[in-house]
């Protein structure tokens, strides 16, 4: 079998088990996830991979090739090491920033929205996201670049493996809890979850409010390395999850105007989604318990 076969059936695979172990254990059943939820989770997790990076990755190559086809695998001689750090850095850590920002400016928020406004997590909520916050991404430009540079074979690596812990990291099985259950691992867990996202970490950016001392909703923004929060000063460790998850705006538009905005607007006045700017956007400053008050 081909790397490239294996490296798109890896995340696949990944998806299936972790989805059927939560369906199993009930998740999928809960009334907290509507048929309008579920929409928007399928779609993004097909258009993503199908259209999105693929129409960028072709549109990057193609304007590179008829422009710049002196530099194509310019770089292929370097080692993986250094590639590997190269994906880390403009990938993945300018992921973080695109996702910080997008917990602080109110535009960018509500093309983020859709995968906060859900109340339970779940391996389904992982690319749930308006298709311009991927289409923007930097990450995935990026990404285009360094493969046309040569760095193509250690992206059919990287990718997988960063797409898997994401996975996990949302998934209701929440793999980390066994090393929180033996002392032994104690000094194991001090390692990971510092260096890669983990359901503990990343359910605390999901959580409702930072009132439970457990929720982070506006920190913990690493996707595959939490070290990222470590370093800018974004982190939270409890090692608990939060029972309660979302956003204090609840309002549920409909899949297509969650997912195509803003080229597709809410016809509810009093919804964030109704403009790209309104008296009810999205405060980040402000907590679900102030706002309930």
Partial sequence: MEVTTISKLIPVTALLVLGALEAIGG???????????FTIELLSL????TLIQPGIFILVLGVLGA????????LVGISWGWQLLA???LDDMTQYWWHRLSHVNRKMWKLHRPHHVVEEMGVLVTYRNATLYYALMPGIWFSALLVYLGMGYVYLFYLPVKLV?????????????????????????????????T???????HGLTAEDGISHPN?????????????????????KYPSRFGAWNQIKEPWYVQLFFPLVRSKDPNSELHSIKTKNDYDPSVDFKEFSN
């Fill in 199 to 205: 359901p503990s970490t990343h359910f605390a950016h």
């Fill in 67 to 74: 422009t710049l086809p002196g530099l194509e695998d310019s």
């Fill in 219 to 239: 920190g913990n923004y690493g996707n595959l390395l939490f070290i990222w929060d470590m370093i800018f000063g974004t982190a939270k460790i409890t090692r």
């Fill in 165 to 197: 812990v994401i996975l996990l990291a949302h998934s209701e099985t929440k793999w980390d809890r066994f090393l929180y259950r033996y002392k032994i691992l104690s000094p194991l867990a001090w390692i990971v979850e510092r260096t890669i996202s």
């Fill in 46 to 49: 097909v258009t993503l991979p």
């Fill in 27 to 37: 998740l999928y059943f809960e009334d907290k996830r509507t048929k309008n939820d």
């Fill in 87 to 89: 994906f880390l850095v």
